[in-house]
């Protein structure tokens, strides 16, 4: 059974940086391209950033362009997203995702198959 988890979450304050990680396992890590998106209470998940399937490219919302990086490590499974200067309008749950087919940028929640339970940032101000 394909699991996905999600860690690094936390309390920071604005101009803090937190790193999540994301780990799947019973998956072909390399051949899924992977996405972060994020939903605040309240409002629709959206798409935060997406990596293809050996990392080459990457892609970002205009929000966090310039603060976050999405990198991945095919050898460990795992995902990462480094956000920097964080601010309170990042608050949300984040979630990580895996998607075998789609367009590009993948930033549709529709075109992902396997979804993380989440883990909670929230930037203080």
């Known amino acids: 059974q394909v699991q996905v988890v999600e860690s690094g979450g936390g309390l920071v304050q604005a101009g803090g940086s937190l790193r999540l990680t994301c780990t799947a396992s019973?998956?072909?890590?390399?051949?899924?391209?992977m996405g972060w998106f994020r939903q605040a209470p309240g409002k629709e998940r959206e798409g935060v950033s997406c990596?293809?399937?050996?990392?080459?490219?990457?892609y970002y919302s205009d929000s966090v362009k310039g603060r976050f990086t999405i990198s991945r490590d095919n050898v460990k499974n795992t995902l990462y997203l480094q956000m920097n200067s964080l601010k309170p309008e990042d608050t949300a749950m984040y979630y990580c995702?895996?998607?075998?087919?789609?367009?590009?940028?993948?930033?549709?929640?529709?075109?992902?198959?396997?979804w993380g339970q989440g883990t909670q940032v929230t930037v203080s101000s």
């Open positions: 995702a895996a998607s075998l087919s789609g367009s590009w940028p993948r930033m549709s929640h529709n075109e992902y198959s396997y």
């Open positions: 990596i293809t399937r050996i990392g080459g490219t990457t």
């Open positions: 019973e998956l072909t890590f390399a051949a899924y391209t």
